[in-house]
């Protein structure tokens, strides 16, 4: 049985690869800044069991028997109030100690840096965390063997910000 003349032949691999989208070193860096300041803004969320109502069947378990001093509502509240309120980011954070450090005549946290290596950096497959010797086409993102790189194109690749 031989095909006809007007059906072209291909290779699949070849078309999955221009299908594929492939970014440069600045959209790499711009896709790792968003994906962090997601990251960072998803850390400072309200507690979503923060409401959730005790049942008066359910038991109550104490790590102790001894019952605990029992405090004023209001000390509970001002702890509680003031972490929630004063949030701050990695930034502001570093902000404040190099202020507290030019006022306290001590080094911060900047200054307290190692001086670059002279040894080339490892670099670590970003599935399982071995060394990754192979790098995705597309992103850039490491990985050490093929069922890190299946892992890596259905869960990872370019799935998280534009």
């Known amino acids: 049985m031989t095909l006809p003349k007007t059906v072209p032949r291909g290779s699949n691999r070849i078309k999955e690869n221009d299908k594929r989208r492939i970014i440069d070193e600045t959209q790499r860096k711009r896709r790792q800044r ?40 209001k000390k509970e509240r001002t702890v509680d109030y003031y972490q929630f309120k004063y949030r701050k980011n990695f930034h502001q954070l570093v902000d404040e100690d190099r202020a507290e450090s030019e006022a306290k005549q001590r080094p911060s946290y900047m200054d307290i840096q190692a001086e670059e290596s002279q040894i080339p950096p490892r670099h670590f497959c970003a599935v399982c965390g071995f060394l990754g010797q192979y790098s995705c086409l597309s992103c850039g993102t490491r990985y050490c063997s093929l069922r890190c790189m299946e892992t890596h194109m259905d869960t990872r690749c370019l799935k998280w910000a534009a």
Do not use: G, I, W
Request: no cysteine.
């Open 34 to 73: 968003k994906v962090m300041e997601m990251l960072e803004s998803d850390n400072y969320h309200d507690d979503p069991h923060a409401d959730l109502v005790m049942s008066k069947k359910a038991p109550k378990f104490e790590d102790s028997l001894e019952q605990r001093n029992v405090r004023t509502k």
